[in-house]
Every structure is written in C-alpha cells, then in structure tokens.
C-alpha cells in the first residue's frame, strides 16, 4: 500500500505476489491463509494496484470479489465502504452501467450510515469540519444522475440533496431534543453551559471543549442518540399540492449547475 500511494506500483506488484506466497505457506485462515478480513483487505488493496498498473478488469474483478467476502462474512467496516466507491467507478470505467448504479446505492446506503454513526459522539465544531470533507462524495450521486442511464438515480440524488442540505441544522436540532428527553441532568447541565459560551461569544475551541463534555457525559451515561430520520423524496412528493412543482439546485465539481424537479405525479 505504501508502495502503491507512493507511486512504485511495480514494486507494489511484487510485494503482493510475496505476501500472498508467504500467507499461503504459514498462514492457517479460510482464505488461502488469510482471514476473512485480510483477505478482503488484500483484495481491495491488489485491486487498487492492479488499476494503476493499467489492467481495469483486473480490478474489477479482484474488486467484486472483495465485496463478496465482506458481505458474505458481515463484514462492514471503513475498508468496505472505501471498496464499494472503488468498485462504483470500476464499473463506469468498465461500461456496466447497471452494476454501477446498484453498487452506487449501496455505498450510498453505507456511507449515509457510517456518517450518521461518527456525528453521534462529535461535537457540532467537529461535525462541520468533517461535513467539509464527507459532502463532497455525494457529487459522485449527482453526477451519475446527470448522466441520465437511470431514472432511479435521479431518486436517489433527490435524496442525497435533501440529506445534505438539512444534515448539519437536523443533526443539531436532534442532538438537543435528545438531550432534552434524555432524562441526564448533567447534560441539560452542561449544554446550558455550552449554550451560555455560545451567547458571550467565547473562543471557539472553549465551545468545542464545552460541546464534547456534553458528548463524553451521554457516552458515560450509556446515552447514545439515534440516527437523526432522513428526509426521502416520496415524503417532499407527498406533501405536495396537485399543481406544485418542488425544486433542487446543485452544483457539481466542474462547475455545472442542475435542478432536480419533482411534482405530485412524478
């Protein structure tokens, strides 16, 4: 892996020929020699360097067969998130165009998941830190609804729109709500406290460390708040009148703007 992000993929090549060899000689896994999850790990990682080295269905097919493990082993871990991406434009680039709408759900699906999980022990500061980085992964969604094979896609953008937009603001409303009903008077306690720093305009680092002492109270309370309900493009189409016409604007990465429409019969 060092190897492959430093830019040596022949040597990589190599060094994943040596392992293997070595795993199948000593080791005593399912897998060749390997566990279960090393092996997926080593698949996704000789995908990845099969792809730099210029041989796509290689990696594709090392790629598949990774998933295959994880799924099958309930495997669900950054790894398997990170796979499913991969294996998302190994489709593309392989023109499988269904294959990759269906592996574009899931790891939708995974990562919405995974990021609802990591926002339940961050403080708000953090949250939008890390939103800064995570949102740009739904312009993959966008742009594979831009390109128009798949109507479902464009249901599934709609959402990711919607997810986006209100994710941080729903998240905070949730976090107090929660709180509020939680029945910890500590951590009533300590989000007044919190709320009191906000108003007198402390440093911004008092207010995170202030944020997280709320957070480490629920963690030591055994109080951990729920995934925050998302918002589906069939709640917007049924809330809509007979003659309404709902209406979201995005912008990709290259700078193109879009609108994906929505009315009561569509």
């Known amino acids: 892996r060092v190897c492959d992000i430093c830019g040596d993929h022949a040597q990589a090549h190599d060094l994943y020929d040596m ?83 269906k592996y574009l759900r899931r790891a939708t699906g995974q990562y919405t998941s995974d990021l609802m999980n ?3 022990s961050m403080s708000e500061m953090r949250r939008s830190m ?10 993959d969604i966008l742009s594979a609804a831009y390109g128009g094979y798949d109507s479902k896609l464009r249901c599934d953008a709609y959402d ?29 306690r300590g989000l007044h406290v919190l709320d009191s720093l906000v108003a007198t305009g402390a ?9 997280m002492a709320v957070v480490r109270i629920l963690d030591e309370e055994g109080l951990r708040m729920p995934p925050v ?18 209406i979201e604007f995005f912008r990709l990465n290259d700078g193109c703007y879009g609108a994906l429409l929505l009315r009561k019969g569509w």
């Open 160 to 188: 990711a729109l919607l997810f986006s937009k209100g994710l941080l603001l729903n998240t905070s409303v949730a976090y107090r709500e929660f709180i509020g009903k939680s029945g910890c008077a500590e951590a009533r």
């Open 19 to 101: 392992s293997l060899e070595l795993v199948q000689k000593y080791g005593s896994g399912e897998y060749k020699g390997f566990s279960a999850v090393l092996y997926s790990y080593y698949l996704f990682g000789r995908s990845y360097n099969e792809y730099c080295n210029g041989r796509a269905a290689n990696a594709y097919r090392m790629s598949r067969k990774a998933d295959r493990i994880m799924r099958n082993e309930g495997i669900s871990d950054d790894v398997y998130s990170i796979n499913l991406r991969f294996l998302t434009a190994l489709a593309g680039i392989m023109g499988c165009h269904d294959e990759k709408q």
């Open 130 to 139: 890390y939103w800064e980085n995570a949102s740009s992964y739904f312009d």
């Open 203 to 211: 440093d911004p680092r008092q207010i995170d460390s202030a944020d």
């Open 229 to 246: 309900r998302e918002v589906r493009w069939q709640d917007v189409r049924d809330a809509l009148g007979k003659d309404d016409l709902a």
């Open 118 to 120: 990591r926002f339940a």
